[in-house]
Nanobody
């Protein structure tokens, strides 16, 4: 069992930066692949970025690849999402997720993830 808690969301102006954190509990957390997704009301949950259990393999959505970076610190049980050059269309609730099956290969679809955080709101003003 893994519990995930996101933090770091908030209100930022267009062009600004935010770093989201996701802290996990559970003694086997470091063996899980991790991902970030986002969702706006009325739309499906969208893949943002993912990272393998070791941190050696990462992937991001094409539209965010140049601006968003995922990283993890297994010693701190934390995965990060650094978001730069934010745009109003990045406004969403951002969710952290853990996958037992996607430990080495990146998972880009919500159904590949087993545990989810409660989400953190990111609002980008124009």
């Amino acid at each position: 069992q893994v519990q995930l808690v996101e933090s770091g969301g908030g209100l930022v102006q267009a062009g600004g930066s935010l770093r989201l954190s996701c802290t996990a509990s559970g003694r086997t957390w470091s063996s899980y692949g991790m991902g970030w997704f986002r969702q706006v009301p009325g739309k499906e949950r969208e893949f943002v970025a993912a990272i393998s259990s070791s941190g050696g393999n990462t992937g991001s959505a094409d539209s965010m690849k140049a601006r968003f970076t995922i990283a993890r610190d297994n010693a701190k049980n934390t995965v990060y999402l650094q978001m730069n050059s934010l745009k109003p269309e990045d406004t969403a609730v951002y969710y952290c997720a853990a996958s037992e099956s996607r430990r080495t290969r990146i998972g880009t679809r919500p159904h590949e993830y087993d545990y989810w955080g409660q989400g953190t709101q990111v609002t980008v003003s124009s």
